[in-house]
């Protein structure tokens, strides 16, 4: 059920790629934005204490840090480096106050897709309780290329649910699961193990050439779902990350504004939507005299 409260919004480092760390979170202040999503390859620019600081300093929270994974191989690595590197960026995320790591599955890699599915659930098992002990949650993220074999919702689902841990859960992507998320007949299953959502437009169907745009200038029905998905209880961080030559164009400091103006809008419609909502529940003369 919708509420009142405040929208909980991050700006992904992905999308302001030539920033650094420090400018990121002067700019993402100025523009309202109160979290970040850390991308690994930026952070490694600094030292985590330095990064932690500049944290601590700008009073903005991390809402995620992507990403570990590959546990397939097709990233090049072995399984057991792939842990390794995952314990590494929860050891990154407990030290930067991180609630949450992003894990990506990697490719097929030439295993059968009942092996692949095997060495994920093995990656989760180990991966789990040391992440719960940090404090940190997981969430897994499929993709619609050839970089991850988990490629719909259902079977991401399956697979986190046969992890066994309620310290495991799925990092949607509106981008690639817009289409998806809503033709599912019974939506809650997914919704209850959503942790983190990421959100751009679009135009056309998914392709890998085809742009993430900023949110509003595309044809996705965004502002529905982010309404449905708060409505059936998400209560996690929306992660705004556009990113190619529409953003280019336009410029990091106009991006960030159009996100602020998106924001701003579905925070009042929303509020709309909730006032609406009470006027018809509560009995009338309550009614008159709460919204006189």
Known sequence: MLSSTALRIAVSQIATLRWDLGE?????????????????QKISDVSLFEARELLSTSGVRVSSLQWPGGFT?????????????????????EQLHCPLIV????????????????LIRLAMKELAPIAESAGVMLALKPAKDEASFLTTLIESLDVVNGSGSTNVGLAIDLWSFSEELLSLENKMPVIERMKIVSVADRICNVSL??????????????SHLLYLLLESGYSGDIEFDPIGETVAEMGYEELLASVRRYVDRLQSDMNVAETDRLKNVLPAPLTK????
Do not use: K, M, N, V
């Open 289 to 292: 005299a709460f919204f006189r």
């Open 209 to 222: 050439g085809h742009e993430r745009l900023p949110p509003g200038t595309g044809d996705l029905p965004l």
């Open 103 to 118: 894990l990506h599955p990697g490719g097929r890699a030439g295993h059968t897709l009942s092996h692949a599915r095997r």
């Open 73 to 93: 191989g097709s990233e090049g690595h072995t399984f057991q480096e792939s842990l390794e590197d995952a314990c590494e960026a929860i050891d990154a995320a």
């Open 24 to 40: 990121e979170l002067c700019h993402y202040r100025e523009h309202g934005f109160e979290a970040i999503s850390l991308w690994r």
